[in-house]
């Protein structure tokens, strides 16, 4: 029972270590705020008030543009 126990811990450990070297970063986009024109960097939009004006880009500071 010992072992079987054990093998199952192993295998979640595993299972866990094999799902976070998959995961993918987040990219990051510029946006534009329609009424007041402030930029930001963020994955998403906050609300329908900003548009998407460059991206992806690999970093939270938009300063590394991702390849095309």
Do not use: R
Not at 2 to 30: H, M, R
Not at 43 to 62: L, R
């Amino acid at each position: 029972m010992k072992f079987k126990l054990a093998l199952a811990a192993t295998a979640l450990a595993l299972a866990g270590i094999a799902g976070t070297a998959t995961a993918q970063p987040s990219l990051y986009y510029v946006w534009k705020h329609k009424a007041t024109g402030k930029t930001m960097c963020n994955p998403e939009a906050i609300d329908a008030n900003w548009v998407k004006v460059s991206g992806p880009y690999s970093d939270a500071n938009c300063s590394i543009k991702e390849p095309e």
